[in-house]
């Protein structure tokens, strides 16, 4: 089981990023695919998450900011982040699950400053 994020990147507070998770090595149709993120010095939080039919939830910190999609085809989830600010720096982490079973990536670093 593999997943790789990319995307992150420093940008301007009001900047957008679009994050990547492809995943290799599970049946990834099956798995519903969300978005964490880690802070310095904080927990690990929810932001997005996308089940296997699209239905989608987010956290409300970033609700009408943040969208979460995913590329069945490609074995891709994504999340299209805009309007960000410094509260929005952290390290983002792709996760899958199905049932009981979760599997992480590695993460990628979204740093927000002027």
């Known amino acids: 089981v593999q997943l790789v994020e990319s995307g992150g990147d420093l940008v301007q507070p009001g900047g957008s990023l679009r994050l990547s998770c492809v995943a290799a090595g599970f049946t990834f149709n099956n798995y519903a695919m969300s978005w964490h993120r880690q802070a310095p010095g904080k927990e690990r939080e929810f932001v997005a998450i996308?089940?296997?039919?699209?239905?989608?939830t987010y956290a409300d910190s970033v609700k009408g900011r943040f969208t979460i999609s995913r590329d069945n085809a490609k074995n891709t989830v994504y999340l299209q982040m805009n309007n960000l600010n410094s509260e929005d720096t952290a390290k983002y982490y792709c996760?899958?699950?199905?049932?009981?079973?979760?599997?992480w990536g590695q993460g990628t670093q979204v740093t927000v400053s002027s």
């Open positions: 996760r899958a699950q199905y049932l009981g079973s979760y599997h």
């Open positions: 996308i089940g296997t039919r699209g239905t989608t």
